[in-house]
T-cell receptor
Framework: AQSVSQHNHHVILSEAASLELGCNYS??????LFWYVQYPGQHLQLLLK??????LVKGIKGFEAEFIKSKFSFNLRKPSVQWSDTAEYFC??????????FGTGTRLQVFP | ETGVTQSPTHLIKTRGQQVTLRCSSQ?????VSWYQQALGQGPQFIFQ???????GRGNFPPRFSGLQFPNYSSELNVNALELDDSALYLC?????????????FGPGTRLLVL
């Protein structure tokens, strides 16, 4: 069965610090990978996605993620976070179905 | 905004009652998926509808049922509500292409079962 693990449950950073959120998945076949963000009081929004091609994917608001197939990982990065990045971040995967499997999420708090 | 709307935004029910949640898809999308997000958890897949037929189901009991209408809007029905059904229910729409779909989420309906 497919599963997604997000190692960091709660991350606290100061503005301008660098961010890396871990995501590992278990699935033996071809996968599509996603990062969604949920800002306080708002709905889930797509940050970025990987279907195929260049394993380094750039998304909105300066975020990027790297797909490392050998490590079954899709970590999210941002070189310099802002207070407005405070949110909950979800990694998700789908395999040969359209069903998205989500991780449990990482709560990011950025202090000015 | 994604163009996916859900109603109502909040709902309070008592154990044993039935509830219907509604979702309008983004224009041009023909597939709707429903997810349950319990507090502190990631969304869990309930089921998906494509062209008015169920197209995959997660690990949820039959008292969770759904419908998709010709205009691609959708309903989620839950019978015999239990306390553990308290959660945020999310609807997501997409265009079925056989595997490379991106799902766009609505704001959710927060259900509280007392």
């Amino acid at each position: 069965a497919q599963s997604v693990s997000q190692h960091n449950h709660h991350v606290i950073l100061s503005e301008a610090a660098s961010l890396e959120l871990g995501c590992n998945y278990s699935y033996g076949g071809t996968v599509n990978l996603f990062w969604y963000v949920q800002y306080p009081g708002q709905h889930l929004q797509l940050l970025l996605k990987y279907f195929s091609g260049d394993p380094l994917v750039k998304g909105i608001k300066g975020f990027e993620a790297e797909f490392i197939k050998s490590k079954f990982s899709f970590n999210l990065r941002k070189p310099s976070v802002q207070w407005s990045d405070t949110a909950e971040y979800f990694c998700a995967v789908n395999g040969n179905t359209d069903k998205l499997i989500f991780g449990t999420g990482t709560r990011l708090q950025v202090f000015p | 905004e994604t163009g996916v709307t859900q109603s109502p935004t909040h709902l309070i029910k008592t154990r044993g009652q039935q509830v219907t949640l509604r979702c309008s898809s983004q224009s041009g999308h023909n597939t709707v998926s429903w997810y349950q997000q319990a507090l502190g958890q990631g969304p869990q897949f309930i089921f998906q509808y494509y062209r008015e037929e169920e197209n995959g189901r997660g690990n949820f009991p039959p008292r969770f049922s759904g419908l998709q209408f010709p205009n691609y809007s959708s309903e989620l029905n839950v019978n015999a509500l239990e306390l553990d059904d308290s959660a945020l229910y999310l609807c997501a729409s997409s265009t079925w292409t056989g595997g490379d779909e991106t799902q766009y989420f609505g704001p959710g309906t927060r259900l509280l079962v007392l």
